[in-house]
């Protein structure tokens, strides 16, 4: 599979708290986003980063990826009620075409 | 400003029946796509249009989904003689992306969530 595949599968933590997501896939990508999306709601865009780049910031959250690992992660900084959510990555590979992972089920505790 | 709209948000089908999917898209947006989400899944992608030129369909699970976009704005995903297996959420999004349509940002509406019983 191209897949990304999100770990953990879900996460549970205390507000506050930061909260750590990773994606893995297998192929050559030209760029991987990660998505949030809500119970019941569409998906909402987070951030895009390209295969050239390491790393991005966009307020309380931060982009790793590593293509030679072929990993990355979604870092969020003092976690809020509100970013409980499904939290997903997405590649784009060679072929533009895109993948999303399963995705991680975060749950933020009071 | 108004954002992507579905409409309607539940559908609920005998299986054998066809249905038809509505999406509106944010004005001016280029780029539309349609994705298929399982429960417990990520979205899998269906298709991609330009303006009004279907440019991908590769994703379509097959010759019973078909879509449109006559006019290059207001699109129709149509399910004929649906089955078990098509019930998901169908998501629709778009973007301002002409060409690199996967290099910009998505914007998805809240989706159809499709029972077949």
């Known amino acids: 599979s191209q897949q990304g595949e999100e770990d953990p599968q879900a996460l549970s933590i205390q507000e506050g708290e930061n909260a750590t997501m990773n994606c893995s896939y297998k192929t050559s990508i030209n760029n991987l986003q990660w998505y949030r999306q809500n119970s019941g709601r569409g998906l909402v865009h987070l951030i895009l980063i390209r295969s050239n780049e390491r790393e991005k910031h966009s307020g309380r959250l931060r982009v790793t990826l590593d293509t030679s690992k072929k990993s990355s992660s979604l870092l969020i900084t003092a976690s809020r009620a509100a970013d409980t959510a499904s939290y997903f990555c997405?590649?784009?590979?060679?072929?533009?075409?895109?993948?999303f992972g399963k995705g991680t089920r975060l749950h933020i505790l009071p | 400003g108004a954002g992507v709209s579905q409409s309607p948000r539940y559908k609920v089908a005998k299986r054998g029946q066809d249905v038809a999917l509505r999406c509106d898209p944010i004005?001016?947006?280029?780029?539309l796509f349609w994705y298929q989400q399982a429960l417990g899944q990520g979205p899998e992608f269906l298709t991609y249009f330009q303006n009004e030129a279907q440019l991908d369909k590769s994703g379509l699970p097959s010759d019973r989904f078909f879509a449109e976009r006559p006019e290059g704005s207001v699109s129709t995903l149509k399910i004929q003689r649906t089955q078990q297996e098509d019930s998901a959420v169908y998501l629709c999004?778009?973007?301002?992306?002409?060409?690199?349509?996967?290099?910009?940002?998505?914007?998805f509406g809240p989706g159809t969530r499709l029972t077949v019983t």
């Open positions: 997405a590649i784009t590979n060679r072929d533009d075409k895109i993948i």
């Open positions: 999004a778009s973007s301002l992306a002409g060409s690199g349509r996967f290099l910009y940002e998505q914007y």
């Open positions: 004005s001016g947006h280029v780029s």
